[in-house]
């Protein structure tokens, strides 16, 4: 009779990428967690929406992360978003001063969100757009999307990913809402669904 090692492959069992939450009220969302810009920046802008399940219901335990370059285009390589006190080790959040382009927002009770940033140039031949990672109830891993602003149409009818996705394009522009405030819904499932990205 042969004996089977119990960590070989044919008897481990697989298991999920990510625990089932949601956790993410603990730890993750920060003080500042939403302000990106730096304050009283002139370039500065506010995005904001909801996260929506299929059914067109909000998520209010969903956690929004958002990338973004400068107004240059220039992605920033500056520390600092999650700063300790040195002394007792408690969260100080930002400093007000440096952009470090990335922000985490934690949905409210009616799944809304929102992110003061910078307005980010265009670079790489994309019109300009904030990257959007999202985790939420239900996801065993996290999505990915873009936020398009809608300032430059010759921009964005050259974009090669909007150009790509072709119909669903307007799934990923956010609306103007005037006076530097843009709204960007992102809707799990269903109709009107956001288009998501898999990077390889």
Same mark, same amino acid.
């Given at each position: 009779?042969?004996?089977?090692?119990?960590?070989? &492959?044919?008897?481990?069992?697989?298991?999920?990428?990510? *625990?089932?939450?949601?956790? /993410?009220?603990? @730890?993750?969302?920060?003080?500042? $967690?939403?302000?990106?810009?730096?304050?009283?920046?002139?370039?500065?802008?506010?995005?904001? +929406? /909801?996260?929506?399940?299929?059914?067109?219901?909000?998520l209010p335990?969903?956690?929004?992360?958002?990338?973004?370059?400068?107004?240059?285009?220039?992605?920033?390589?500056?520390?600092?978003?999650?700063? &300790?006190?040195?002394?007792? $080790?408690?969260? =100080?959040?930002?400093?007000?001063?440096e952009f470090?382009?990335?922000?985490?927002?934690?949905?409210?009770?009616?799944?809304?969100?929102?992110? &003061?940033?910078?307005?980010?140039?265009? %670079?790489? +031949?994309?019109?300009?757009?904030?990257?959007?990672? =999202?985790? @939420?109830? +239900?996801? =065993?891993?996290?999505?990915? *999307?873009?936020?398009?602003?809608?300032?430059?149409?010759?921009?964005?009818?050259?974009?090669?990913?909007?150009? %790509?996705?072709?119909?669903?394009?307007? *799934?990923?522009?956010?609306?103007?809402?005037?006076?530097?405030?843009? %709204?960007?819904?992102? %809707?799990?499932?269903?109709? +009107?669904?956001?288009?998501?990205?898999?990077?390889?």
């Amino acid at each position: 009779m042969t004996k089977t090692d119990p960590s070989s &492959r044919a008897t481990v069992r697989p298991t999920p990428s990510h *625990t089932v939450g949601p956790f /993410y009220g603990y @730890a993750l969302p920060f003080l500042g $967690g939403a302000d990106i810009a730096p304050l009283g920046h002139p370039d500065t802008i506010t995005v904001h +929406g /909801y996260v929506l399940d299929g059914a067109g219901a909000p998520l209010p335990d969903a956690l929004v992360e958002l990338w973004g370059a400068d107004p240059d285009g220039n992605v920033s390589t500056t520390d600092g978003s999650i700063r &300790r006190d040195p002394a007792t $080790g408690d969260p =100080l959040g930002r400093n007000g001063v440096e952009f470090t382009g990335w922000g985490r927002i934690q949905t409210d009770a009616d799944g809304h969100w929102y992110a &003061r940033t910078l307005r980010p140039g265009a %670079r790489g +031949g994309s019109a300009p757009y904030l990257s959007v990672c =999202l985790f @939420a109830r +239900g996801l =065993l891993v996290h999505l990915f *999307t873009r936020v398009y602003l809608p300032d430059d149409e010759a921009a964005l009818a050259a974009d090669p990913l909007l150009a %790509r996705v072709g119909a669903r394009r307007d *799934t990923l522009i956010a609306a103007d809402e005037g006076r530097g405030t843009y %709204r960007f819904d992102i %809707r799990l499932q269903g109709e +009107g669904e956001t288009v998501f990205l898999e990077f390889q």
